[in-house]
């Protein structure tokens, strides 16, 4: 039911790996345990509440309730009780962390709530998809829970107000995230992620992804360029080797230029891609110099769905997420670190339920991690949960296992 510890449900990621000398102790154990133990009070409201309303409503009054929490001072009483433990912090892209764990493109798509939801305790929050020109995306509805599979289905469509509106926004975010710095708060890391406008052609998607470049890389801490979505008519053709690098080329120049500095870039791929094309995008990855890789979008396979078939030809196409996506996510996070070279920096995405999971990834060779899912199921304290966790494991069982060479 709702609410329930999902780690359970997700064997590859729940298992317990082989025991070695710096396995945690077993109080650490429980206590991460613990920490990734379900919000009684969420559950109660998503089973009588979220879960009888439309997905995208329900996504609707969530952020009305950040953004009213914020307004009301909520957020800074918040954040000290969800500001990751200072041992977390990284130092990945030439920029520091607060935690590993951040939130994916997908849930704030247009810059409205970046700082509450920073204060439930992401070390970064990466906004979008954000295209050169706002659309409204696809006919509703397009957002569908699969409740056995704590999973979702959506064909969004990148629905969202265009890089200009968001461009105001981040002015300012930017703004007052200098001002968290200089006050000594948490201040997440902000990524914007960029895809194609609809309407454009495929012929003309450089130019489209530039127009975006232009307006967002000088408020991005880095750059995402999204061309792994199933919503897209056409998107997923940009992933071909062929025409990835000019667009990836010409979005790294383009956004340097306008930002005066260094804005990194990375490229989001789909689980979806054959392994022999995971690998012949890693080499471009590493050809070109390119900062790093975003593994993994939604997956337009249905394989492993406990959820009825009825349930799932209800809610039709569009891109899966959820605990199953995540062995394939991880087999792709493997399969890049294998391939490329050490300071190419790898996020994964994809499955990630609580704190082991996160441990998992990063053990495999991830530099820093995303969820999304999970959030809708286990709520605004999931990520407290998860940076407790992780806080609560021995330091080598967040450090990678192997490294190339």
Known sequence: ??????????????????????????????????????????SFLFRRVFSRMDPEDAHHLVVRGLR???????????EKATRPAPE?????????????FGLAAGFDKGAVA?????????GHVEIGTVTAQAQSGNARPRLFRLLQDRALINRMGFNNDGAEVVRGRLDDVRHRIENLKSAGRHAPVVGVNIGKTKVVPLEDAVEDYLLSARRLAPVADYLVVNVSSPNTPGLRQLQDIEALRPLLEAVGREADSVARRHVPLLVKIAPDLADEDVDAVADLVADLGLD??????????????????????????????????????????????ERLPEETTVISVGGV?????????LRHGADLVQGYSAFIYQGPLWVRRINRGLAAMAPERLRRETRRG
């Open 1 to 42: 039911m709702p609410g329930e510890n999902i780690a359970a449900e997700n064997p590859a990621a729940s298992a317990p790996s082989a025991a070695t000398p710096s396995e945690p102790t077993r109080a650490a154990r429980r206590a991460a345990t613990a920490a990734e133990a379900p919000d009684p009070l969420y």
């Open 68 to 78: 009213l929490a914020e307004s009301l001072g909520a957020t800074r009483l918040l």
């Open 88 to 100: 977390l912090e990284r130092h990945v892209l030439g920029r520091r962390w607060p935690s590993p």
């Open 114 to 122: 970046v700082l509450p939801l920073a204060a439930l305790g992401f």
């Open 292 to 337: 790093g890789v975003i593994a993994t979008n939604t997956t337009i396979s249905r394989e492993g769905l406990r959820s009825s078939r009825q349930a799932v030809e209800k809610a039709g196409a569009g891109g899966l997420s959820g605990p199953v996506l995540a062995a394939r996510s991880v087999e792709v996070l493997r399969r890049l670190r």
């Open 353 to 361: 339920v609580g704190a082991e999971d996160v441990a998992q990834r």
